[in-house]
Structure formats: structure tokens, C-alpha cells
């Protein structure tokens, strides 16, 4: 059902919430799920609620920091974050809530075990059954699949979801976690900003994520090194860093390709949207992604992006033939749908003008909007939030019921 939003709905008292994620955008390993935490967190804020998010320390991190009226709390590591934020629940640091947002990136912080009579939402971007294998050790991932797919749901089983994607909502019913419960909120994407910036003259391809196993960005090289016998002239962009970096240019390397791969480490917003706007498409192999918000921002570039149909909830972020190419295969079949992309000009601008039209449907004042009326549910009063621009809608699930 898409709702449009017409203003704020005023409440009595600012709403106490605290957000559970394991990183900020800040952390060398953030990626969209904590840009979608941060906005619908900064949306609360900027309404007057008084919000905390509590993740992971980093170096260089403050331990305690207010940012756009939100509330850093830093404690933990990438593994220890989560039974350090329970030993604070249980001794009360985070002070009277209203409700707590327990974000389960494959892990959820237990926070249902601990909150009480304070009303828990689990955002849930993608389940990670494929990736855990890829990631961890055949032990450890074997614990890590038990702990989301058998104690998880047990434990938030009274509680409201929020999934990112139909195809999240899915995964998880499959799980046991009642359909009912999941309401579908869909990414929010800031429109491009003005840039005096056009595709390059040479095929372009951009990546841009961070830089681990289950991106895949492999099959980017390997699919450069047979592009290139037909566009020699052919760029790769790689944007996004990670531990896994070494690794993808010891692979170029060995591909014989380093020398037309950019290897750009982090950049800052503008030479990201740099990169997407002198791009001819957009490449994302990852093996699962909730929605995959660098289709959207890529999008707002006229830039068509090509992914797996089978990665999750790309396929309701990318609309096949229309907006992007999804690929049933192999890599050699995303290759192939690479070059189909870069060798018709027709087809890029058809596939990117219906991109940047869809794009424009998104906005995180739509997706906050839609949030708060998920928080407003658990905690019994009304959640005011920036009202959304008119027009614009926020997508939420039809069948939906009150926790």
C-alpha cells in the first residue's frame, strides 16, 4: 500500500528512542543499513525526539558525540557490541525508553530479552543464510545461522518487523516470523546534486559498496577482462574499501586487468556521485543485499545498473528491461549483460531515463515518515516526524497488523 504522507501528526512528549546497530556510517565497515538508520534516526530528531543510537567503537571515534540532534553512544567492537549494549539495558544507561530498534544485520542484539515493558522493532535488511558460509568458518557460520533463523525469531516472536524489501518480508516468513508483524518500509535515496559532470567518452563501469567476500566484485574483474577485447578503452571505477581490498587487486593483477581498474578507496559524497554521473552503468554482483541503495543513487544519475535476480531485494530495487538488467546465470551471463549494456547507447539511455524517473519516487522524509507510524503502533501515541514532500509516497506492506 503507498500512503501519502500530507504533515506532521503532533504527539504530547518527544518520543524516547534508542537504535541498536553494530556500525555508524562513519565506521569503516558502514554501509546502507546504516544509512538508512541514520536518516530515519536524524527524521525523529529533527521532529524533536529525543534519539540514540548505540554501535561499535572505532579508532577515532568519540565515545559520546551528538550529530544532527542524534545521539552517539559508542561501546564494543564489531562482536562485542552487542553484549555490551545488553549489560547497559540491563543497568539502565540508556535512561527511560519509549521503544528500541534492535537492527539485526545477521545477529540481533538480544535486546528483547532485557527491554521489559519497552516495545521492541527489529529492522531487518536481507536474512544471511547465503553469506554466512562465505564469511565465517564452517563453525562459526553454522552458530551465526542457528542464532537468526532459530533463536532470533523465538525470541522478537511478539514483536513488530521492519524489512527493507517484499523480498525481505519474505525470507523471513519463511524463518516463522509472522508476515502480519513485517511491515515493508523501501529505502529513501537523496536526489543527485547538481554536478557539471557527463559520462565519459570510453565504456564506464562503476562499483561502489564495501569490499568484502560477499560483494563479489570478482566478478566485475573477471568480466573487464573479456569486456576489453571488444572496448579496449574500457574503465572500472571501484569505489568502497574493506578488508577485502588486498585481495580484489592481487586478483586484477592476475587477471592482467589492474590497468584499467581505479581502485578508489572511500571517497566523500560528491566524488561518489562524481563517479556515478560519468558512469555508462552501474555493476553489482553481491550474493544478497536488502535493497541495494547504490542502484537508487546511481539512478539519480540516469545510470542503469545490472546485479542478480536472485541477490534479494535488488530485484525489487532494479526493474529488469526497464530500469536495469537482472541476470539468471552465471558470470559469464552478468558479463554478458554488462557488455549488452555498454555496446547500445539506445538501450543506456532508455534504461537510465526509467531509472531516474523511478528514483525520483523514493525520498527518506517518505521512509521516516513510514517508520514513525511503525513506532507509533508499538508505543501507543502518535509520532511526529518532517513531513514529506508532496507527492511523494512511502511504501509499506498491505496486510499489515498492529504488534
Known amino acids: 500500500m503507498c500512503r501519502v504522507i500530507s504533515g506532521p501528526v503532533k504527539h504530547p512528549r518527544p518520543l524516547r528512542a534508542l537504535f541498536l546497530n553494530w556500525r555508524d556510517t562513519r565506521h569503516p565497515e558502514g554501509g546502507g543499513s546504516e544509512v538508512y538508520v541514520e536518516n530515519v534516526a536524524r527524521s525523529l530528531a529533527a521532529a524533536g525526539h529525543d534519539v540514540t543510537i548505540f554501535c561499535a567503537m572505532y579508532d577515532g571515534a568519540a565515545t559520546r558525540e551528538l550529530v544532527d540532534g542524534v545521539r552517539f ?34 545477529i540481533p542484539f538480544m535486546s528483547r530479552a532485557v527491554a521489559g515493558n519497552v516495545p521492541v522493532v527489529v529492522l531487518v535488511h536481507h536474512v544471511h543464510r547465503e553469506q554466512w558460509p562465505v564469511v565465517y568458518d564452517r563453525l562459526r557460520a553454522r552458530v551465526g545461522w542457528w542464532i537468526e533463523s532459530q533463536l532470533a525469531p523465538r525470541l522478537y516472536r511478539n514483536c513488530a518487523y521492519v524489512a527493507v524489501s517484499d523480498r525481505t518480508r519474505t525470507e523471513l516468513a519463511e524463518l516463522g516470523v509472522d508476515a502480519g508483524r513485517v511491515h515493508v518500509i523501501h529505502n529513501g535515496i537523496e536526489q543527485a546534486p547538481g554536478l557539471d559532470v557527463t559520462p565519459t567518452p570510453y565504456p564506464h ?23 576489453r577485447r571488444q572496448h579496449p578503452d574500457l574503465r572500472v571505477s571501484v569505489v568502497g574499501d574493506g578488508w577485502w581490498s588486498p585481495r580484489l587487486q592481487q586478483v586484477a593483477a592476475a587477471l592482467g586487468v589492474e590497468d584499467l581498474v581505479d581502485f578508489h578507496g572511500f571517497v566523500d559524497e560528491k566524488a561518489k556521485h562524481r563517479i556515478y554521473a560519468s558512469a555508462w552503468v552501474l555493476a553489482l554482483p553481491s550474493l544478497k543485499e536488502g535493497w541495494g541503495i547504490v542502484v537508487m543513487e546511481a539512478a539519480t544519475h540516469g545510470v542503469p545498473a545490472v546485479a542478480y535476480r536472485d541477490a534479494g531485494g535488488v530485484s525489487e530495487s532494479i526493474l529488469d528491461g526497464t530500469t536495469g538488467v537482472l541476470v539468471t546465470g552465471d558470470e559469464q551471463d552478468f558479463a554478458q ?52 514532500p508532496s507527492g511523494h509516497v512511502a511504501h509499506r506492506s498491505e496486510d499489515q497488523v498492529s504488534p
Not at 208 to 219: N, S
Not at 340 to 349: G, I, K, P
Not at 354 to 377: G, I, K, S, Y
Request: aromatic share 4%.
Open 73 to 106: 553512544v559508542r561501546g564494543g567492537t564489531k562482536l562485542s557490541v552487542y553484549p555490551e549494549a545488553v549489560r547497559r539495558l540491563r543497568r539502565g544507561e540508556f535512561g527511560d525508553l519509549d521503544v528500541i530498534v534492535d537492527v539485526q544485520n545477521g
Open 337 to 388: 549483460a554488462l557488455g549488452s549494456v555498454l555496446d547500445s547507447a539506445d538501450l543506456r539511455e532508455r534504461l537510465g531515463d526509467a531509472a531516474r524517473t523511478r528514483a525520483e519516487q523514493f525520498t527518506w522524509a517518505a521512509t521516516a515518515n513510514a517508520f514513525a507510524d511503525v513506532l507509533q503502533e508499538v508505543s501507543g501515541g502518535q509520532v511526529a516526524v518532517v513531513p514529506a
Open 205 to 227: 563501469i562503476a562499483v561502489v559498496g564495501r569490499l568484502v567476500p560477499h560483494k563479489r566484485v570478482e566478478h566485475v574483474l573477471r568480466a573487464a577482462a573479456i569486456l
